[in-house]
């Protein structure tokens, strides 16, 4: 019965998931899904990435936490764009909370949307928002065992980063080892060694984030 309820779950997400791709693809928009353990850096990441870019480009966020609109309201500081979801509990984000709130955003004029999901690397690896990249972060702080530990949320990204590098000296994080175990289970994996407190390694993500692509 539980198999039944999740799969339908599923399938209604991914025919959110597809008409988001559509709308994206329609309207020239690269969407970022983030992934990451709760305080792992990634809304400061976006502060910085945002601050950075917001010249070259027109970008967007949408945050996704269980309570609060304090990460929307780190973003709009910035000059960016922001739009908070609330999931009221939920681990996770819906392509079908993200078709609704597209309408929230100035779509006509935006380059990429980068969307914040909750805090959490088990649950929101399983919901396709109709991305078409997939970033996840990994701070220093977490431990080298967690590509092992939550194969999946590695082994479905494009990229991945890890923050808090300037922490490494403090740490047993392997950061050679980490790398190892992500690209063996994602042998194309893209992988920045960042921190954003300090913007150490950041340049390389700026750039690449803002690549032109077809
Ligand atoms: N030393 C260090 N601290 C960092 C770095 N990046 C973020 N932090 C700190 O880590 C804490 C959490 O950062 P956030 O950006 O809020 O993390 P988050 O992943 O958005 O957290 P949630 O939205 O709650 O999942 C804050 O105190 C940041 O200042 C970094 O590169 N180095
Ligand atoms: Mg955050």
Aim: hydrophobic fraction near 40%; proline fraction near 2%.
């Amino acid at each position: 019965m539980k198999i039944k309820v999740n799969k339908k779950i599923l399938a209604k997400n991914e025919d959110f998931a597809a008409a988001n791709r559509k709308f994206f693809k329609k309207n020239n928009i690269l969407c970022i899904n983030m992934i990451s353990s709760p305080g792992s850096g990634k809304t400061t990441i976006l502060e910085k990435t945002a601050k950075a870019v917001k010249n070259k480009i027109n970008m967007a966020i949408i945050e996704g936490d269980l309570y609060t609109k304090l990460d929307a309201e780190r973003i709009l500081a910035t000059g960016v764009k922001a739009v908070q979801i609330e999931t009221k509990g939920s681990c996770h984000l819906t392509a079908e909370q993200i078709t609704n709130t597209l309408h929230k955003l100035d779509t006509d004029s935006l380059d990429i949307i980068v969307i914040e999901n909750v805090g959490n690397l088990v649950c929101p690896s399983d919901f396709d928002l109709g991305e078409e990249i997939r970033a996840v972060v990994l701070s220093t702080a977490e431990g080298d065992d967690k590509c092992r530990k939550y194969p999946n949320s590695f082994a479905q990204a494009d990229v991945l980063l890890i923050n808090k590098i300037d922490l490494v000296k403090h740490l047993d994080f392997d950061v050679k080892k980490v790398k190892r175990d992500a690209r063996k289970l994602n042998k194309d994996l893209k992988i920045f060694e960042i921190s954003a407190k300090t913007t150490q390694g950041m340049n390389g993500w700026f750039n690449w984030l803002t690549e032109p692509r077809q």
